[in-house]
């Protein structure tokens, strides 16, 4: 299997340790952009050169400290941070928690950890950045997306829902409470037709305030889990009423 090579910056104070680190990178098949012993220098790399992921000393002496480096690391130039140090009191690592840090690693550190702890928290960086472009796109798009829980409750919502549906509020209630079936339209148990056939088109007929009839065609398909479970249904809307 092949292993992703990530770029990595190294900022630690303790001159034997920033050297350890960078052998234990370079060993591991990442390349080191730079090793810096304030957060400062790191941030002049960041304007020329693009990191995956910054490993950081979460007691710098001198310039920028650990936490405010993190969170500018991240909020700047959208790289995740693995926070590096001796301390395992309460305060110091819920302070690495609650800002912008992707991992903790108590010193002394050997290559094995930090090479699942860089894998890792690149991993989630870019799984994070792809869920978020996705979520975005589905804002934008003029049908509505939606999931629904096995037990026919819903999940999330796009913004199209609440235009083609004509409700709000809608996350966590059952979807056939919140919309306004026509009266010659009828419920269906939803769920269990998506079970059984794995995809299901239906088209239903819904009252507006105005006594109008909107017809709205949905596209149910099962979701499955990383164990091949179905844990979700996912529902495409659009309105097809005529002009």
């Known amino acids: 299997m092949n292993k992703t090579s990530r770029k990595v910056i190294v900022v630690e104070d303790d001159k034997m ?9 370079q060993e591991l ?3 080191l952009l730079g090793a810096f012993t ?10 020329k050169k693009r990191a995956d992921v910054v490993l950081l000393d979460i ?13 500018r690391f991240f909020a700047e130039y959208n790289i995740p941070v693995i926070y590096i140090s001796s301390y395992t009191d309460d305060t110091t690592v819920s302070n690495a928690i609650n800002y912008s840090a992707y991992g903790y690693l108590v010193k002394p550190i050997d290559k094995v950890s930090l090479g699942i702890t860089i894998d890792l928290v690149c991993w989630r960086h870019e799984f994070e950045q792809q869920k978020k472009i996705s979520e975005q796109l589905l804002e934008y798009i003029q049908h ?13 919502t796009n913004r199209a829902f609440e235009t083609i549906f004509k409700t709000t509020n809608a996350v966590g209630k059952l979807f ?3 919309i306004r079936l026509s009266e010659d ?8 037709e998506v079970l059984k056939k794995r995809y299901h088109t239906q088209i239903i007929k819904l009252a507006t305030e105005n006594e109008k009839t ?14 091949n479970e179905v844990y979700a249904i996912a529902v495409f809307a659009q309105d097809i009423s005529p002009l």
């Open 38 to 47: 304030t957060a400062d220098e790191a941030f002049l790399l960041c304007e």
């Open 59 to 71: 007691n710098l002496p001198q310039g920028t400290d650990g936490i405010t480096a993190s969170n």
């Open 144 to 156: 509505a997306v939606f999931t629904l829980s096995l037990s026919g409750k819903i999940l999330n």
């Open 214 to 227: 909107i017809f709205v065609q949905c596209n149910y398909s099962l979701l499955f889990d990383e164990i």
């Open 17 to 25: 340790l920033q050297t350890v680190f960078s052998l234990f990178i």
């Open 29 to 31: 098949g990442h390349e």
């Open 176 to 178: 056939y409470e919140i």
């Open 185 to 192: 339209d009828f419920q269906t148990d939803i769920v269990e």
